[in-house]
């Protein structure tokens, strides 16, 4: 496999997938809309759909779908497939496995993969202090057991969370979440102990960009003390860029206050990098950015290549102070899970991933801030890596603008891209880091067409 090249060679040997957007009938095609409709009768709508064509093969910076059609991925499956879909040293490793043995339970009798993972990410993730992990099954699982050592760690009921907030759809990670719909509507009551802060969100707060951090950072402080007390604190969760919430990056030096003031007051300062980690912000781990490190953090969708996986890492007096049997589940660590992170691992380090990811947003964010420039609905652009993205709003004001007509101009184009934001009104980008230039350049002009037409230019 070559990142520059135009074809990607799957592991199994089959026909390579040509590095090409191609559409051969529209967007969705008659087999895709048959297939939608099957799946309407048999799948409840709760599930929503980004865009309904139906995938057979994907690689490198494609999906390949039943009528033929060859789309630009944008989305790597929701900053998934970072080193590529079926990426070959994750396919070798799980087919391997699968022959090998499947499941055991780690609790029940263990394998080496696991441990492996788990010392990789002692060894990977911020800070050099001794460090534990376990493996769960999902991100929502992995914040869940974050709650449960931090609260067990430090014997105190409550968790702060911020304004913009994604956590997960379970009933503790949805609590966390800010967004009502879809995420929490009707779907209360909810957990307790849940207190919500301010972010420093610069595009959005009241008095502009350059005194947002400290201000946000006073204000959270001040709630946490007058409104919860920090010597009830058990945790503090943030992403260190909202995913969900809008790609919004906290202005420069709230991470590090909000941080400073966990260690101040014995509260666990929890980093949930369940969307930005493993090399989608141009580092590692988008901590590192600030050189923050965090007391424990939360990673899953970039881990494993696809596979359902997902870690709690964090410091060892912490893990190590819930009794045994506290911690685990069935599944977690599943052995083809495990390979495939070893596999997803040697390729960011083999095929320097972190430095890619690096490029991919130094070709990215300059064409969008030059969209910013024509475009007087395109308010904002930001993002670090290929963790990129533009919100609109109405020319001349910050009234959020919806990004779904754009993002459908996209679709019917062959780009497949996601959209977020509290106000729905952003349009973010994460395209599979192994990506080539050409399909990410083809990508963002069709992103340009697309925002000249909804601009009405
Ligand atoms: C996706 C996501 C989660 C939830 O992960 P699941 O695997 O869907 O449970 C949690 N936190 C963040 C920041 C996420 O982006």
């Not at 040509?18 to 939608?36: A, H, K, M, Y």
């Not at 002692?122 to 929502?140: I, Q, Y």
């Not at 800010?178 to 969100?201: C, D, I, N, Q, T």
């Not at 400073?260 to 590192?288: M, P, S």
């Amino acid at each position: 496999m070559t990142v520059e090249g135009t074809t990607i060679a799957p592991a199994h040997g089959g026909p390579e997938l040509p590095q090409e957007r191609r559409l051969v009938t529209e967007i969705p095609g008659p087999r895709s809309r048959e297939l939608f409709a099957r799946r309407q009768s048999a799948v409840p709508p709760g599930v929503s759909t980004t865009l309904p064509v139906f995938v057979t093969q994907a690689g490198g910076g494609v999906l390949v779908d039943v009528d033929g059609n060859s789309l630009i991925d944008f989305g790597s499956g929701i900053a998934v497939t970072s080193v590529g879909n079926s990426a070959p040293r994750v396919v070798e490793r799980v087919q391997r496995q699968a022959a090998d043995f499947t499941h055991t339970c780690f609790m029940v009798t263990p394998y080496e993969s696991y441990v492996a993972v788990c010392e990789k990410l002692n060894a990977l993730t911020p800070g050099d202090h001794e460090k534990r992990t376990f493996l769960v099954n999902s991100g929502a699982e992995a914040v869940e057991n974050a709650i449960k050592v931090a609260r067990h760690a430090t014997g105190r009921p409550a968790v702060v969370v911020f304004d913009h907030g994604y956590h997960g759809r379970t009933l503790l990670t949805m609590t966390l979440t800010a967004k009502s719909m879809p995420y929490k509507h009707r779907f209360g009551p909810f957990a307790p102990e849940v207190y919500r802060v301010p972010l420093a969100y610069p595009f959005r707060w009241p008095t502009g960009p350059d005194n947002c951090a400290d201000e946000a950072a006073a204000q959270a402080i001040d709630m946490i003390n007058k409104q919860i007390g920090a010597e009830n604190v058990a945790a503090v969760i943030i992403e260190p860029i909202a995913g969900e919430g809008g790609f919004v990056v906290p202005a420069r030096g709230f991470l590090p206050k909000i941080a400073e003031f966990c260690k101040a007051n014995g509260i666990v300062f929890v980093a949930d990098e369940v969307q930005t980690g493993f090399a989608r912000t141009g580092d590692l781990f988008a901590c590192e950015d600030e050189g923050i490190v965090p007391d424990i953090i939360c990673t899953a969708k970039g881990i494993a290549g696809g596979l359902p996986l997902a870690a709690v890492t964090g410091r060892a007096e912490l893990l190590d102070a819930v009794h045994v049997g506290g911690l685990g589940g069935t599944y977690g660590g599943n052995p083809l899970a495990c390979e495939a992170a070893l596999g997803v691992l040697e390729t960011i380090e083999q095929d320097k991933l972190v430095e890619r990811a690096a490029h991919i947003g130094e070709i990215m964010l300059p064409r969008l801030r030059a969209l910013q420039e024509r475009f007087g609905i395109v308010g904002d652009v930001r993002g670090r890596g290929a963790m990129t993205a533009i919100e609109l709003v109405t020319p001349g004001t910050k009234d959020p603008l919806p990004a779904g007509p754009i993002a459908a101009r996209c679709h019917a184009e062959g780009l497949l891209v996601l959209t977020a934001g509290t106000y729905g009104n952003v349009l973010r980008f994460l395209p599979p880091l192994v990506i080539p230039d050409h399909l990410l350049e083809e990508g963002l002009s069709i992103l340009e067409r697309a925002v000249a037409a909804e601009a009405g230019v």
